[in-house]
């Protein structure tokens, strides 16, 4: 099985080609503007990297959000459209659970969050294992360690600095994640590998929709609401 995945969802631009023995290449590029422009060309770029083809693939993956608007339905309109014309599967996966799975911990809870202005963060909590405890949810501060268990978290994503303090000052015994707080299309493969490997190619058939906790705040020509039509 060979996947190309993907991800323009917050504040950076990644993909990764993996097989069923490991990576093959990957791109990795912090940015917060220019998903459009960048993303093709960045694709065509890593292919030739591994000295393959759009051809080749046999599954497609990208992140659903929560995210910001423009950034993904980017990811997604360039997904659905390989996936149609090539004729592959394609697998969605959450940026919080991407975030979650380069963290590795022996015991407690992995919290992924990204901050959502507002005085809130997009939050969901998984297990050592990465079993999802919650799930993905849009908080208030104030309320953030009502949705949490008790015991030791280990804090990933941009949200991680608005938490910190908070979930200590409530008794949590807490700890910053070593690994990047944004979305990497890495770790996108590697769920989306184990996904295709539990449930099958048929099941990721019909093209993910797009994850929005919180309503867009941008609207389309003639105040449709982008929520409604993506």
């Known amino acids: 099985m060979l996947i190309l995945a993907f991800d323009t ?3 950076a631009l990644s993909a990764a080609i993996r097989d069923d023995d490991g990576e093959l290449a990957s791109v990795f590029e912090l940015r917060t503007r220019g998903h459009a422009e960048a993303l ?9 990297e591994a000295a393959l083809g759009f051809g080749d693939l046999d599954a497609l993956a990208v992140t659903v959000g929560p995210g910001t608007f423009t950034g993904l339905r980017v990811g997604l309109a360039a997904a659905r459209g390989l996936a149609l ?3 592959l599967p394609l697998v969605g996966v959450t940026t919080l659970e991407a975030i979650a799975e380069p963290v590795d911990v022996a015991a407690g809870t992995i919290v992924s969050s990204f901050d959502a202005k507002r005085h809130e963060v997009y939050l969901q909590a998984f297990s050592a294992a990465h079993m999802p405890l919650t799930g993905p949810l849009l908080a208030d501060l104030d309320e953030v360690a009502a949705h949490l268990p008790p015991g030791p978290l280990v804090l990933v994503g941009t949200g991680s600095h608005l938490l910190m303090d ?3 000052e409530r008794g949590h015994e807490i700890r910053l994640a070593d690994t990047r707080p944004q979305p990497d299309a890495a770790a996108v493969a590697r769920i989306a590998m184990a996904r295709l490997s539990a449930e099958g190619v048929a099941a990721f058939r019909v093209p993910p929709q797009p994850l929005y906790i919180r309503a867009p705040d941008a609207k389309l020509p003639g105040g449709l609401d982008p929520g409604a039509v993506a």
């Open 9 to 11: 969802a917050q504040g």
């Open 85 to 87: 014309a090539l004729a």
């Open 166 to 168: 908070l979930l200590k």
């Open 40 to 48: 093709m060309p960045a694709l065509e770029t890593l292919l030739a």
